[in-house]
């Protein structure tokens, strides 16, 4: 059985490999002539070539030819993801004409239905026609029909409850305080 500890570096490596990601602003370590140079590969460039630099001036050929070829590495890594980077933003603009063109072009066929529909005066009616109830045998559609497709009533109207009747003694204190209790009050 592996351990754990083994199966997460191997899926870091393959995290890697399958999705390199950006790699113009990706951390790399580079192993040059005089160590390591670890940035992002601008950053590793810039150091390259100033090495470079160094080296002519001090007089030693080798080493600043050395220092130009790893330059010149990264220098093509670097050039080679800005490409790519312009291909899937070209990609994805030329996607995004394409689907806001066939918006357009539905809208606008939308808007001309409408207008079509308003000029015969039908208004807001849906597109489909209703069936005949009358069809004959041999001219049957092969639909069933559903509840949902029967025409539905309106709903009957929920009634107040009634109030309770009064007891005759409610009545008769009523007529002792001073007329009925549905009477309004006498104004003073």
Known sequence: MRSPKS?????????????????????????GPEGKVRGTPQQIIDKYTQLARDAFLSNDRVAGENFQQHAEHYTRLLSEAQREMEARRLQSEQQNRERQQREKEEREARAERKSAQAAAGEGDQPDIAPASDNMDDSDQSGLVETPESKPKKAPARTRKPRKPAKSESENTDADAAGGTPDAPEAAE
């Open 7 to 31: 199966r997460s570096r191997n899926n870091k490596s393959n995290r890697n490999r399958n999705n390199p990601g950006n790699i113009i602003n990706r951390v790399y370590d580079s192993s």
